[in-house]
Every structure is written in structure tokens, then in C-alpha cells.
């Protein structure tokens, strides 16, 4: 029997049912990571994290994020690349994106947003200002 591909949607988790808004943390820096979850988990929000851009992109789909904070340098796909793709994916173009990067140039700035990102932070980031931009990427 073949598998109805439309009904694979409905068993995924959904980000209106949540009480808690889960954000995916893309990053090869265990220790970056780390920092982020823990002003994340302290400001209210669940986090998983993925290492590279295409784990994220794996995990965006599976997990439905309600964000993703997104570094660009990482090995395999890129953070601008793994950008790119969510916002072109009917499935996650709905899921907002912030880089949060140590690249800061401004031409680095503008292309994040091109790709799709709804925001751009500079390493290293103030926790308390993490989890104000994210509760204003949630907010709309």
C-alpha cells in the first residue's frame, strides 16, 4: 500500500498547539549553543539545536519550530543557503529566522536578510537582547 503523503503533515507536531514556543538553534559551536539555550530556556522558550544547515533543515521540517536563530559559518550547507531554502519551502517559509552570526559586515547583513531572515545579530549577542528579538520575531 502506497503512503498518503498528505496525511504525513498531520502527525508532525503543530506550532498552534505548543504552549511554549520552541526555538531551533543552528550553530556548530557547542559552546554558542549552549549560551543561547540557556538565556532561551531561562526567558521561557523550549530550544533544540541542530549543527549545520542541513540538520536544520531536517529539523525545521520534523519539528515545526515556532523560530530559528541561524549562524552563518558552519560546515556543508551555509547559513545563508540554509535560509534560502527555508523560505523557499512552502512547509517552513512560514517559520522566521534570525541570524545570529559572527560575520558583521553590512553587505553580510543585507544578504541574510535577502535570503529570507527576518533579523540579523552580531556575535557575541547580549542574552537579554536574544530573547528580546526573539519574542519580537514571535510577536509578528
Not at 503543530?14 to 538553534?25: E, F, K, M, N, Q
Not at 531554502?85 to 560575520?103: F, G, H, Q, W, Y
Request: proline fraction near 6%.
Amino acid at each position: 500500500a502506497r503512503s498518503n503523503p498528505t496525511c504525513t503533515a498531520e502527525l508532525r507536531p503543530s506550532r498552534r498547539t505548543r504552549t511554549v514556543a520552541l526555538v531551533l538553534i543552528v550553530d556548530d559551536s557547542p559552546t554558542d549553543v549552549h549560551v543561547m539555550q540557556q538565556a532561551l530556556e531561562k526567558g521561557g522558550f523550549s530550544t533544540a539545536a541542530a549543527g549545520d544547515g542541513d540538520e536544520a533543515i531536517r529539523k525545521a521540517r520534523e519539528l515545526r519550530p515556532d523560530l530559528i536563530l541561524m549562524d552563518i559559518v558552519m560546515p556543508g550547507l551555509n547559513g545563508f543557503q540554509a535560509t534560502r531554502e527555508l523560505a523557499n519551502d512552502p512547509e517552513t517559509r512560514s517559520i522566521p529566522v534570525i541570524m545570529v552570526t559572527s560575520k558583521a559586515q553590512e553587505s553580510d547583513r543585507v544578504w541574510g536578510l535577502r535570503q529570507g531572515a527576518v533579523d540579523y545579530l552580531v556575535k557575541p549577542v547580549a542574552t537579554d537582547q536574544l530573547v528580546r528579538k526573539a519574542q519580537a520575531a514571535l510577536a509578528g
